[in-house]
């Protein structure tokens, strides 16, 4: 029979999928003998069967939730309800996959007008239990009853207001009775009833709650936004409460085995005391950090130390702990492998690995790919840094650079961004409501909160620099404006620049410049390398990308998109005057002046790249896209011209397309304009001859792309050679260059052995590949797509991630069908796929032989490479 | 060793891919001891090897040429050359598949002054040698150089005048002396080079400009609109010239075994004595027709009456010959199966079936399916004709009735038809030149020429409505303007209407009503119907469609696009006023009064083809399109809808797409809004429900579009079973409905196994399916597609005709795949393929259980799948 609700004893980390990760996480401490309140875990089985069942508990696991809860009364001697000795509990989600702060929690539930009177004769803490039970009520309405909790915290400022009181600390006992009573009257006014007396029914209204905040807004964005799957669900954690703010011995704490900013190996943390876990949290109060526990409480201190130690051992990784301590005993309340930011997952996985604790193997197991983007992030560059003006310093909260104008808000950061503008997110604290706008900010900056508030932990998630707790810095978010110390004032889309990995705040634009891996990364992705079989080149078209992807260890260039090259202005100045044209000849002589800059750059690009091969693809996008479109423009081209605007218009006109995507372009320009390839194979040619005599290794591979039929690569190619040949003979010098396509129409994947006949590689175009085997425009779909996610029709985004089943098949099919006639085919991916680790897990399995990616996520590619065959070789 | 010229003796009828089908048939009446003149064929492989050693002949081709004609002196005891004996020779093209004229000739090659005065001795007939001689040079600076034949054309005219003589027959033997030598200054003064004396030269030069002429544009776009490969190539055909200009009692002419407009069983044909071939298929002198041939030369009329039925015996079909007779001694210089028009062609093949002499197989397989479209024009409506004035009368060239206004060259004709008019295109006479026009024109005039003219001959074969030989008619081609014997005046875009039935020519438009099947035809397609295994259905959005449909047979409705009942006024409104709308409730009460139009419509539908199965496609199309355009329309929207201009603007570019094909529409639609497809179906059920009540058997099918996903389908399947099952409940019937999807995506097909589980059919959308496993837009292709044509890279339109290749291989794909999960799935096409012969083949053999195409392809669909039924059997 299943089984809905397991008590901690019953359970083990390995159960996540059915108990979630706290609760796997739970029953493995006390597993272990670590002191951990007791309780149960409802599973995530019971919360599908809650979306199953209309939105209702099921008579069953109802049942078995009150057994479980007697069975916990019997453990803790303790009873529900019960106003002499009150079992109180906490409910909190845990999902198998990480989500923090995304959905709810309610503590001190249990609590009533009886068990609170019964409480108070039993702690002698009246304040305490009024203050737990005002909190009980605001979050039960905020959680259960969906009302949010500004009303009650307005509330309070007005009491204090009245008692004249800044902080909650200063009101007495007889205030948290009066707001107390003041909390169950707003609950009956604003809900037309009595706040709920049964502990019963505050349990089981939760615990659906709990479930049903599975699916608020805020879960769904971070679970798109983090490529989790909708259909996993929550499982519930029912525990026994614990008191941080019991008394002056009591206190709360959240800590990390080693430091999760660098990896440094020391215990790291903070803790409040007299606090609740949610003060921590939220950054309103600032904490301690965890070293002066030593001092506060030595035997403490060195118990926590010990079980961190025993943690960190037995599962073998960092560990992210959340104690409280209630009247001078500790407890844990969770543990888990600890997030931390990709330098710091470098250094712990390599200094594991030096201290024996995991092999190399491992420890490139251990680093999500994904994560090496932070370290890909920009830095400041020295000289200019040197001259940066600091006005404020906070908490080196997530490393980076950024720099850009400052905005106040979520929506007004979301707003600047798709203006293309670079954004600073300033607030005082953030909640999980802003963590679209943080998606969207270049930096963080808060004024309140530590190392593990919300916005500390989301940012270092997402890559995203932050400085939090910048605390002498004075903000009105309403007002829009934030002082410093010296009293200087900075306004919305004034301009100041963030340095994540000092805490530093910097007055204007400070220039930044890429990173570069050295040290621990070095050696990181050297062992990385030494497991990987997939090649990793770079989509690069000019030296300055295709230096950077050198740096970050590219292995050649799989895409050099050529029509980039023509837009600086002399260049597109003749590459219009060839569109306009009547004329071959006109057309021809346009392309002559095109034809040294062409020939420059691939020059360049060789010689950079050498030895290794550079992929040029021919002119791809249809022409119209190089025509003005503004009568001003049209008028400035015309006069440069010589021609009439009627004349530029009509040429507009007629190059005027119903479906672009699907229009005049790729291998079909070359098949109308010859001259264009030939011109275009002339510079490849030439560049390499040049760069050849200069003395360094050159093979170019030339990609046709867009090619559907073996007629359409044949036509272009023999232009190609014969050009070629013609320029090799005049030069005396017989090169070894490539001829290829690009798989990116659906034919082209199902006639792939006649294609391949002609071809020395192929490389998917993934992106166009994709478009067109879904039958939709990237553009277009974005629109329509939102309502597939939202009713759960699609759960990822084909063009993120590759989509296995329909372009996948279409992809091994090419290979099968390309590989059976000319096993010398060269097979890669140039596509934005190309980057994406779970996509390039796929493209190890169905044996192509590189990738190729933007020169920022080269080393991810390179991780994700290594990481697929240390897997494949694990299962073998 | 490959060779390249065959004596006739050495072919036969089974020959025509390397001698041609005019060398083939010659050959094989020499086999048969017919009096054909002697001579030899250049093989269609010396063609390819012209084209490929750079337009040269190779001396091993010169030298069998050579060699030939050596034997062909033998054979006729005369000599190339020689004054004394002259052998003369024609040069015609005859490729393996009928292009008839497209292709050039040259007469009488072997001339030269020494020659011409040796036969003026033998012949004694001086103007017959010079006339000759005229006509030689003529052909000769025509054909081999390029020069038209216009500018000697005119100089006769000129010299007539100056003679002040109106007919050629009055020109003497010295104006023939004096013209010869004109025409042989003229070709020096232009080609600066004198005519050349050579007979070998002019021999070889004559066979180089045959193989040249392959490639003339009219022969290649009447290759393509004929679908034959460009890759076939021609012979030439070289024989000893026999004269019907040498005497009084010579001749020459052209006649059928059958009657090739209607199939009667009667010798048909047209004859001018003293006049050489070229003079009848010009239709430059009307000729006679044959029966007179019995009167003036009975014995040669009895021989030729003979060797047709002997002919038409051995080919066991309809020949088409030409004769010639010499100073009373028949020759026959071609013989071929005769075009027909599709009535003659089933009449003839009925008839032969009745006479014993073809099976119905045969029959079946005699008739091309696309000629029957000719069957299926419009005739006049019985009412409308008798109110008709006759303005004059022609010969019924071509059946069918035509209406629209006159043009009088064919550029005209191809802009106007392009404007959307109905086109009638009238000439003097038409010539290979206006073959693009007469294409695109709806009928054709001619003042000159018979049953057997250019424009009658291709008019037949394009079924285009024809009548020639309208000789009470005056045109001024130049001055565009037409005089009727009544002194009325026609000028451009006048109306006429053509029967060409009865070769009746009315003024004003007459109205048209569409074919019927009946008589011979009705027995026919009987035959064919009792071979063929694949469903015909037919594509039609309204009633008027339906019933013609089912008139052709259709056995059901395999596609009934909805969309295209929102465009009537009341509905359009309703229709604009839902996708303005914002809020789901407007969307909601749109819908509502749209439903009573669609619930009658399906009713309509459903009682029309009860009891076939009718397949109802819901709302394909983007949004947009349902939008006005212009300003005015929009203002005129806005007020209507009680909105301003600015909020119906805002609408239409929120609705703005980059690549509409690619975008918003189809399943994606219902996805959006549900509601939509709620309405669709309620209509649908409630329609059916209605029928059925009254007695009709309904089966309707729901078709789903555009389903890329299997959860697309099981999301827009869960409101089609929701919605049927509460109307059914409330009606307390339940009913027999389906629901499929159109298989249009290519993704679609590479899942069809998840799809085919939630499908009860897939119908093949194959024009989607076309643009976007090409990756290219039908609309935008245009452009691009004919430098695709002109380099070969393309043979076939991949939109009339299926790719077999890529789009073929993923519907194979999704047939396997379907079938293996569902082995009840129907399944089905519906893009414009399903009226395609070609494709039709294709659909059989991959298993398809229904083609469906328009109602007028109906017909031509159940031909082509009896045929390929009846191929498989006879292979099997």
Redesign the interface.
Known sequence: MQKYVYMLQEGNKDMKDILGGKGANLAEMIKLGLPVPNGFTITTEACHSYYETNKELSDVIKDEIINALHKLENITGKKFGDAKNPLLVSVRSGAPVSMPGMMDTILNLGLNDDVANGLIAKTKNKRFVFDSYRRFIEMYADVVKGYSKSLFEKHIDEYKKEKNVTLDIELTEEDMENLTNDFKNIYYEVLHEEFPKDPIKQLLEAVKAVFRSWNNERAIYYRKINNISENIGTAVNIQEMVYGNLSKNSGTGVAFSRNPATGEKDLYGEYLMNAQGEDVVAGIRTPSPISKLKEEMPKIYNDFVKIAKNLEDHYKDMQDMEFTIENGKLYILQTRNGKRTAAAAIKIAVDLVNEGKISKKEAILRVEPEDLEMLLHDTFKEESLANGKIISKGIAASPGAAAGSIYFNAKDAIKAHQNGENVILVRLETSPEDIEGMHHANGLLTIRGGMTSHAAVVARGMGTCCISGCSNLVINEEEKWLKTASGLILKEKDQISLDGATGNVYLGLIETEPASINGDFQIFMNWADSFRHLKVRANADNPKDALQAKKFGAEGIGLCRTEHMFFEKERIFNFRKMIIADDLKTRQEALEKILPYQKEDFKKLFEIMSPNNVVIRYLDPPLHEFLPKTDDEITELAMSLNLSTAKIKERIDALK????????RGC?LA??YPEIAEMQTRAVIEAAIMAIKDGYKVVPEIMIP?V??E??LI?VKDIITKTASEIMKKNDLIIDYKVGTMI????AT??ADEIAKNADFFSFGTN?LT???????R???E??LK??YQ????VKDPFAHV?E???G??MKMAIQKGRGVNNKLSLGICGEHGGDPESIYFFHKIGLDYVSCSPYRVPIARLAAAKVAICEKMKK
């Open positions: 397309e119903f479906n672009p995507m699907m229009g005049h079909r098949i109308t867009l559907g039929s007629n359409e036509y990116e129409i659906p034919r199902l006639i166009d478009q067109m085997t879904y039958g939709f425009s553009d277009d779909a629109k329509f309502d597939y009713k759960n029709i699609f989509d089943e329909g372009v098949r279409l």
